[in-house]
DNA sequence: TGTTTTATTGAACAGTGTTCAATAAATTTG
DNA sequence: CAAATTTATTGAACACTGTTCAATAAAACA
């Protein structure tokens, strides 16, 4: 079966391809700015034949959707050294506001542009499930641990994910704009900075 | 010049009426998904012909983002009642939830959406300054009754408009979906309440 | 009654996502 | 090897999009 094999590699190959070009103007552009045809002009390819590798311009995007989602996971890989819950916690929130920073355009396909998402169990909604249990699992450590007392733990882990991703959203949306003579840089980190000074009273 | 009055009478009526029909579709179906035939459709009128009352789609978008705020500014009026600032405070961010709760599609289009924004001078953009404003004066009030010692209050007024953001941005996006056998209801205010509780120990 | 604004229309243009018959290429079968 | 079959590619077509604009109708003014 040597031949289906490479049948199957070169498959494989060309539906790479045609992510790689679609990565690089979705990410530029954002979804609905992004066409068929521009993907396919980018690669040389004919628009109409995407649609034998990928059901629709949805599937396309849900596949960068997860792919963001496991660079984000990488990005928080490094909190395994990090021993201390609250540490941990507060190193979690710095890597996450970095990796929007980093990857504006990848958050915004995240967590912020809304397409047909008929099926939320598919994609990097798992994942993204896994990293809110994974955050819930440090706060509840902490509690162990002494802090956020009398909080109820999953409305608290909401709170924080609303917080962060505030912080992520108004950057993303380039709603920062009112907050005249601070930079982005600034006011994300500085802004982080304050919610993390309320937990340590906490 | 009664005959002019009366002209311009018919063409602000003519305005209103594909606001009216804009407004129903765009709430309805959001920015990408309105079409200009679609609300023409609505007030059954000629698509071209809008062209005569509105620049172009973004300019009948900004009106009704500028709405949005009035009416958001509107529902703040009643913290002119709420003498304490911290009080104050609490209220705005309680209201500012219902807000989002009540108006998903609005708040969609103020605060979620991006469109060609050439001028952010103009439209909703003034009246979100001054609601920044205020609520950055609430804040500097609280910390003049010795509350938030220490916190930089720019950095501060972001960081709670983020966290606000955050809630309702999350809400409006359907990313509450990872947090089972809770309502959003649920989510939204606890979520606040455990964000007050911060606050409260600060 | 002209003449000139003002308003409205529908066709047209270039673009969109998607489908599909025709076609080409590659693989399997006889 | 030749024929049949599967796999991959194409470009045209469909119904849609925002926007423009010449033609036209309606109203106001002279």
């Known amino acids: 079966m040597g031949i289906a094999e490479r049948k199957q590699e ?8 045609i992510l790689t070009g679609a990565r690089k103007i979705f990410l530029e552009k954002g979804y609905e700015q992004t066409s068929m045809r521009n993907i396919a002009n980018e690669i040389n390819y004919s628009p109409g034949s995407i649609y034998f590798y990928f059901k629709d311009k949805s599937e396309i995007f849900h596949e960068l959707h997860k792919e963001g989602f496991h660079l ?10 990090v021993a201390d819950p609250f540490e941990r916690l507060k190193a979690m929130g710095r890597i996450f ?37 994974q955050l819930s699992a440090v706060i509840k450590e902490c509690q162990q641990k002494g802090r956020f007392k009398g909080m109820d733990p999953e409305y608290f882990t909401f709170m924080i994910l609303s917080a962060m991703h505030g912080i992520c959203a108004l950057f993303c949306t380039d709603r920062t704009t009112s907050f005249v003579g601070k930079t982005n840089d600034e006011l994300m980190h500085h802004g982080y900075e304050c919610f993390v000074a309320l937990l340590e009273k906490s």
């Not at 984000?72 to 050294?81: A, D, S, T």
């Not at 598919?122 to 499930?129: D, V």
Request: proline share 4%; no cysteine; glycine share 4%.
């Open 10 to 17: 070169e498959k494989q190959e060309m539906h790479k391809r």
């Open 72 to 81: 984000l996971v990488n990005q928080l890989k490094v909190l395994n050294k």
């Open 97 to 133: 506001i970095q990796f929007a920073k980093d990857n504006k355009d990848y958050y915004n396909l995240m967590f912020i542009v809304d397409e047909p998402q008929k099926v939320p169990e598919t994609g990097g909604f798992k994942i993204a499930q896994e990293a809110i249990n």
